[in-house]
């Protein structure tokens, strides 16, 4: 577990293709996830939430930057792993599911056949969490509703997978994965309309991106398309 900030830790599973869960963690000990990584990663990611926060059930909401499986798959065995005899009631009852509206129509989590979908969906600019300020950007394009959040007091940027972190510099994810990579390009700009001082991408480590980087990138992701 590595902490961010001083609510932020972020959770990553193991191998290459793992996408950190980051928890933001409120004054009274509720919990909000962003993103809930690879199947493959739940053991390890309940496992450290329950070490360091105890119980799953302080779990209030789970945000969704997008709906691709290696960030959503995850969804499944958390639910699963939540319900209990003390709480029998459906975890989908008491647990705040979001994507974005344009995201919602295409989501689709199963466990066990009963299918999982977000039970909140916001708009560009919605406030998720008045507490935390955690606030939607929509910049659609990797996919139709794909959502940065912001995290305003801190000043932190969640990039999911707008923009991807290698060691040998930042790159956007490969073409082939997005719905409209044109739309990406054009969209990709929204970000700098706000004040963060780092942004986190989603791949490869959660790493925090001083905000000059990501102004660079995003000149040259510009550049690139005026060429064309
Ligand atoms: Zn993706």
Known sequence: MKQLA?????????GFFSVPVFVLEKQNGMLILIDTGLEKDSNIIIKKIRKKWGDLEKIERIVFTHRH?????????LIREMTTI???ESPQERVEIVCHEDEAPHFANALRGQVINPNRTVKHNEVIDKELKLIAIHVPGHSWGHICLLLEKEKLLFLGDTIMYMPFGLREVFEKY???????QETLKTILDYEWDFAIPSHMTAKKIPRKKIEKFIEKVNKKKSKE
Do not use: C, M, R, W
């Open 6 to 14: 001083e609510n932020v830790y972020s959770i990553t599973g193991k």
């Open 69 to 77: 499986y290696d960030h959503t798959a995850g969804l499944a065995p």
């Open 86 to 88: 003390s709480a029998p």
């Open 178 to 184: 997005h719905d409209d990579f044109e739309q990406y």
